[in-house]
C-alpha cells in the first residue's frame, strides 16, 4: 500500500529548497509540540480524534505565514507605492514587481483565501506566535463550527 504525500510536502512543490527547508523544520518542529500537547494536556485533548485535520491546518497555517502573507503585503504594498507615485515597476534587490506581477501574487493570495471559505477556515486561525495559540485557535473553530 502508498502512502500519501504529506501536505507540508504538497504546498511547498517547487519553492526554492531554503525556504521550503524552513517551511518543512517549522512545521516537523509543532507537529511534535501539537502532538505532545494533546496527549499531555487536558484542554487540548479534545482536538485528539482530529490529529489528521490538525496536521492540515498546522500545514496550511505555516505556508499562510511564510509565504501568503508575505505575497499579501508585497500586493498591498505595490497597491500603496503606485497610489503615491507614478511608478509602474519596483525595484527590490534585483527583482522588479511590475504590475503583471502584483497580479500572479493576488491571484495566489485570492486562491488560499477562497480554499479557506470553501471549507470553513476562519482567518484567525492562521494568526498565532505559540504552537498552544494555534491549537487554542483550532478548538474555537471546532465550537463555532459546531454551533453554526
Keep these: 500500500?502508498?502512502?500519501?504525500?504529506?501536505?507540508?510536502?504538497?504546498?511547498?512543490?517547487k519553492l526554492p529548497f531554503d525556504i521550503s527547508n524552513q517551511i518543512y523544520n517549522e512545521y516537523q518542529s509543532r507537529i511534535r509540540e501539537v502532538l505532545y500537547l494533546i496527549e499531555n494536556y487536558k484542554t487540548y485533548r479534545v482536538l485528539e480524534k482530529d490529529i489528521k485535520?490538525?496536521?492540515?491546518?498546522?500545514?496550511?497555517?505555516i505556508f499562510y505565514k511564510r509565504i501568503i502573507a508575505n505575497f499579501d503585503a508585497a500586493v498591498k504594498f505595490y497597491g500603496t507605492v503606485s497610489k503615491m507615485s507614478s511608478a509602474d515597476t519596483i525595484k527590490i534587490g534585483s527583482y522588479n514587481l511590475t504590475g503583471d506581477e502584483k497580479n500572479k501574487l493576488l491571484?495566489?493570495?485570492?486562491?488560499?483565501?477562497k480554499i479557506l471559505k470553501k471549507y470553513s477556515i476562519q482567518?484567525?486561525?492562521?494568526?498565532?506566535?505559540?504552537?498552544?495559540?494555534?491549537?487554542?485557535n483550532l478548538i474555537t473553530l471546532k465550537q463555532v463550527m459546531?454551533?453554526?
Excluded: D, Q
Excluded at 485535520?53 to 497555517?61: F, G
Design 1 to 13: 500500500m502508498s502512502e500519501k504525500t504529506p501536505i507540508i510536502n504538497i504546498l511547498t512543490y
Design 107 to 113: 491571484a495566489i493570495v485570492l486562491n488560499y483565501k
Design 123 to 136: 482567518p484567525f486561525v492562521m494568526e498565532y506566535n505559540e504552537t498552544r495559540n494555534f491549537l487554542k
Design 146 to 148: 459546531r454551533y453554526e
Design 53 to 61: 485535520t490538525v496536521e492540515l491546518l498546522l500545514a496550511l497555517s
